[in-house]
Nanobody, 122 residues
Framework: QVQLVESGGGLVQPGGSLKVSCTAS????????MGWYRQAPGKQRDLVAT???????NYVDSVKGRFTIPRDNARNTVHLQMNSLKPEDTAVYYC????????????????WGQGTQVTVSS
C-alpha cells in the first residue's frame, strides 16, 4: 500500500507565489518519475511538470519560467514551486508517482494524491 499526501494549497493573489508539496509513504522500494497535474473546473486533468529519479524535468509550456519541480529523493517528496501566478493557474493540483513496491513481485504502478486546491484571485 502506497499513499501520496499533498499539502500547501491555498489562496494567493495574481503575481504571488505558492509551494505545494507531496510525500509518498508506504511499501516503497523505489520511485521513478514524480509529477504534478492540475484540473480546473469543467476541464480535463492536464500535465504541469514531471521530474525523473535522476532529476530530469519537463514542464508544460504555460508554466515554463514560472514553476519549478524540486524533488527530495531521501524523503520521497516532490514540490511544485509556483511563481508569478495567474488566475488561469487556478485548479486542483494532483501529485503522481511511478512506484516500485516492496511486494513479493516488485509490482510497479502509478499512484495519485487526493489533490490540493490552488486559487489565484484578487
Amino acid at each position: 500500500q502506497v499513499q501520496l499526501v499533498e499539502s500547501g494549497g491555498g489562496l494567493v493573489q495574481p503575481g504571488g507565489s505558492l509551494k505545494v508539496s507531496c510525500t509518498a509513504s508506504g511499501s516503497i522500494l523505489s520511485i521513478n518519475t514524480m509529477g504534478w497535474y492540475r484540473q480546473a473546473p469543467g476541464k480535463q486533468r492536464d500535465l504541469v511538470a514531471t521530474i525523473t529519479g535522476d532529476g530530469t524535468t519537463n514542464y508544460v509550456d504555460s508554466v515554463k519560467g514560472r514553476f519549478t519541480i524540486p524533488r527530495d529523493n531521501a524523503r520521497n517528496t516532490v514540490h511544485l514551486q509556483m511563481n508569478s501566478l495567474k488566475p488561469e493557474d487556478t485548479a486542483v493540483y494532483y501529485c503522481t508517482a511511478d512506484v516500485v513496491t516492496r511486494s513479493w513481485n516488485r509490482s510497479r504502478r502509478n499512484y495519485w494524491g487526493q489533490g490540493t486546491q490552488v486559487t489565484v484571485s484578487s
